[in-house]
């Protein structure tokens, strides 16, 4: 295989995959000092957010698998009961269920959350703070 085999999509094609800035997805506040860049395909939901420097995610569950990526910052998850300190480059994992919550450091944490299946409680957040917004998908 080699690249130059291979024409450059155009503008119009790059649209069917969704390719642009996720900074272009309207932020949706899943909790105080919490903002979301919010995507979904037909299973998985996508969200980018940043929690900011000194706030908490309090405890809670959901019957979503969960991955986090952290991509800067650290935050001291609560899981099961106990502090986790996560931080830049750790990934998580959250089976379905799991009792948790974070605290967040001196500096703001910014993630990758996946979650399997689609949570309908964000997809709520994301229509209810962006009426007039399409829902991205991938």
């Known amino acids: 295989m080699k690249r130059e085999d291979f024409p450059v999509a155009s503008e119009e094609e790059r649209k069917k995959y969704v390719v642009r800035p996720y900074e272009e997805i309207p932020l949706t506040e899943l909790t105080s000092g919490a903002l979301s860049h919010l995507l979904r395909s037909e299973n998985v939901l996508v969200s980018f957010l940043t929690m900011k420097a ?8 959901h019957p979503e698998e969960q991955i986090m990526i952290v991509i800067d910052g650290y935050c001291d998850e609560i899981i099961d009961g106990k502090i986790y300190r996560v931080q830049k480059g750790d990934v998580l994992y959250l089976p379905p269920n ?29 229509r209810e703070q962006n009426p007039e917004a399409k829902m991205f998908f991938l």
């Open 54 to 61: 000194g706030s908490i995610f309090e405890l809670h569950s």
């Open 98 to 126: 799991v009792v948790h919550g974070a605290f967040i450091g001196d500096v703001d944490c910014k993630v990758i959350d996946i979650f399997y299946p689609v949570r309908g409680d964000y997809i709520r957040k994301y």
